[in-house]
């Protein structure tokens, strides 16, 4: 069973609706971040949060809001979507600090229209 | 603020070829540095870190040496695979505004493909 797992897998939307994308993991890990992979742009940070009363914008929170539900949920929203966010979204883990190393779940794929 | 430059790509080698993939970063400090693979469909997973100075990380046939005097952590394989075609991310960590470290910061990201 995957560490990480994310849902939807794919999403299809149109401009101004909200959307949600949510991460779980059974890690046990405290750390839980959202990033976003653009085509030839690498990998950004989005949010992260270092327990459940913790949440920290990264890079790019413009446009996005997350929710750590528990310690091992986190949820990433787009309260009104628009084109350029189609991209790439990551889920990832890590135990804390001085272990920087960080477990990704396998992806969302969202298409804003 | 910090940074990772990497190679772009796409780099297409045959089997057996020697692989390096440059990265080099911009930082405060010397902080640890990564590599992370992403095989089609996945999402990206540790390949290698060093954390200090002079320190090599090595795993699967691939190794990288922190150089702080080039401020480098090249990539190399000395005979690559078709297995090994993936997308290689070069990173460190991404300082917040405590101070301290958390999330990463990626370079672009080389897209590898070895041919039979």
């Known amino acids: 069973d995957a560490d990480v797992t994310q849902t939807p897998r794919n999403r299809i939307t149109k401009t101004g609706k909200r959307i949600m994308l949510e991460c779980s993991q059974t890690?046990?890990?405290?750390?839980m971040y959202w990033y976003r992979q653009d085509p030839g742009l690498g990998l950004q940070l989005i949010y992260y949060s270092f327990d459940v009363k913790d949440i920290n914008k990264g890079e790019i929170s413009d446009g996005y809001s997350v929710s750590r539900q528990a310690q091992a949920k986190f949820s990433l929203s787009l309260e009104s979507a628009i084109p350029n966010q189609t991209a790439l979204y990551f889920c990832?883990?890590?135990?804390?600090?001085?272990?920087?190393?960080?477990?990704f779940g396998p992806g969302t794929r969202l298409t804003v229209l | 603020g910090d940074s990772v430059t990497q190679m772009e790509g796409p780099v297409t080698l045959s089997e057996e070829a020697f692989l390096t993939i440059n990265c080099t970063y911009t930082a405060t400090g010397y902080p640890s540095l990564f590599w992370y693979v992403q095989y089609p469909g996945e999402g990206l997973q540790l390949l290698l870190k060093?954390?200090?100075?002079?320190d090599k990380g090595s795993n699967k046939g691939f190794e990288a040496t922190y150089r702080k005097e080039t401020t480098s952590f090249h990539l190399e394989k000395g005979s690559v695979q078709v297995s090994d075609s993936a997308v290689y991310f070069c990173a460190l960590p991404w300082p917040n505004s405590g101070g301290g470290a958390d999330g990463l910061t990626f370079g672009k990201g080389t897209h590898l493909i070895i041919q039979p």
């Open positions: 890690k046990g890990h405290d750390r």
């Open positions: 060093a954390t200090k100075a002079d």
């Open positions: 990832a883990t890590s135990r804390g600090v001085g272990y920087n190393e960080q477990f």
